[in-house]
């Protein structure tokens, strides 16, 4: 079975730029959560999202968004890029339903740099 | 919210020894705790995970154990060896069992293990 695809795994921006970066789940999961990896704040979530609808939302600015298609792959949006969105952009995909079946099986990662 | 500290945040063993990593959380209502791998250049790798039902599980070289009254949890890895060097994260759920895609993580434990 396919593991989590992100693309790009690299990316450079301008700040005030925005960027669009893209996650496939495993086949056959329908939640997609998205988080951001600095050295500074660590391992933070930013949203996700379960059969097309944000189900919960991390402490992050309106800047950043995301949405969820209809075939589960998602993407997230960072809009007027700051030097502080410079991170690593971490996609987990997990089945999504009651518990019992959370375990989040996470990509290789968006590596984001803002000059 | 949910807030996890995660201890020590460098550990090195030599191989063959035992590593323990100890994590607290503050949220009494969190109920699944799962811990990742992480190496460099990768995403997270989920290796073990435990929910509030049980107080510890094991599989093979690798055990996490579970105190809800004390509110921390642990991973046990036995018989170290130099493919376990990679930073090791706590995470948390604090969704009530529901399974809402967010964990949760402490800042990590830089692993080295000496041959």
């Not at chain 1, 795994?9 to 005030?16: E, H, S």
């Not at chain 2, 579970?66 to 060896?81: D, M, V, W, Y």
Request: positive net charge; glycine residues 10%; proline residues 5%.
């Amino acid at each position: 079975k396919a593991g989590v695809t992100q693309t790009p795994r690299y990316l450079i921006k301008t700040r005030g730029q925005q960027v669009t970066l893209s996650c496939s789940p495993i086949s056959g999961h329908r939640s997609v959560s998205w988080y951001q990896q600095t050295p500074g704040q660590g391992l933070q979530f930013l949203f996700e999202y379960f059969s097309e609808t944000q189900r919960n939302k991390g402490n992050f600015p309106g800047r950043f968004s995301g949405r969820q298609f209809s075939n589960s792959r998602s993407e997230m949006n960072v809009s007027t890029l700051e030097l502080g969105d410079s991170a690593l952009y971490l996609c987990a995909s997990s089945r999504g339903q009651l518990a019992g079946n959370g375990e989040q099986y996470f990509g290789p990662g968006t590596r984001l740099t803002v000059t | 919210g949910e807030n996890v500290e995660q201890h020590p945040s460098t550990l090195s063993v030599q191989e063959g020894d035992s590593a323990v990593i100890k994590c607290t959380y503050s949220d009494s209502a969190s109920n699944y705790f799962p811990w990742y791998k992480q190496e460099l250049g990768k995403g997270p790798q989920l290796i073990i995970d435990i929910r509030s039902n049980v107080g510890e599980k094991k599989d093979q070289r690798i055990a996490v154990t579970l105190n809800k009254t004390a509110k921390h949890f642990s991973l046990h890895i036995t018989e170290t060896q130099p493919e376990d060097s990679a930073v090791y994260f706590c995470a948390a759920d604090p969704d009530r069992g529901s399974t809402l895609g967010r964990l949760y993580f402490g800042r990590g434990t830089q692993l080295t293990v000496w041959p």
